[in-house]
Nanobody, 122 residues
Framework: QVQLAESGGGLVQAGGSLRLSCAASGRTFSSYTVGWFRQAPGKEREYVARISRSVITYYADSVKGRFNISRDNATNTVYLQINSLKPEDTAVYYC????????????????WGQGTQVTVSS
């Protein structure tokens, strides 16, 4: 069982940066693939990035070059650094974990956090 808690969201001006954190419980967290997703009002949940147990990173094309995902297994935390924020990045950001090595499909992730709101003003 893994419990996830996101933090770090907020209101930021376009062009700014944020670092989101996903803190996890569980001794085997390092064995999980962790993904970040986001959901804007009226839109479906969208895949953003993931990091595997082997610390290989993957990104959606829409965020490549601006987003960076990393993990610190010593503190059971996964980070999402977001740079050059745009108004279209406004969404609730969720982290999710999966033991089997999920990819970009939200349905493959077993554990989810409650989300953190990111709002980007123009």
């Amino acid at each position: 069982q893994v419990q996830l808690a996101e933090s770090g969201g907020g209101l930021v001006q376009a062009g700014g940066s944020l670092r989101l954190s996903c803190a996890a419980s569980g001794r085997t967290f390092s064995s999980y693939t962790v993904g970040w997703f986001r959901q804007a009002p009226g839109k479906e949940r969208e895949y953003v990035a993931r990091i595997s147990r082997s610390v290989i990173t993957y990104y959606a094309d829409s965020v490549k070059g601006r987003f960076n995902i990393s993990r610190d297994n010593a503190t059971n935390t996964v980070y999402l650094q977001i740079n050059s924020l745009k108004p279209e990045d406004t969404a609730v950001y969720y982290c999710a974990a999966d033991f089997r090595g999920a990819d970009n499909n939200a349905r493959d992730y077993d554990y989810w956090g409650q989300g953190t709101q990111v709002t980007v003003s123009s």
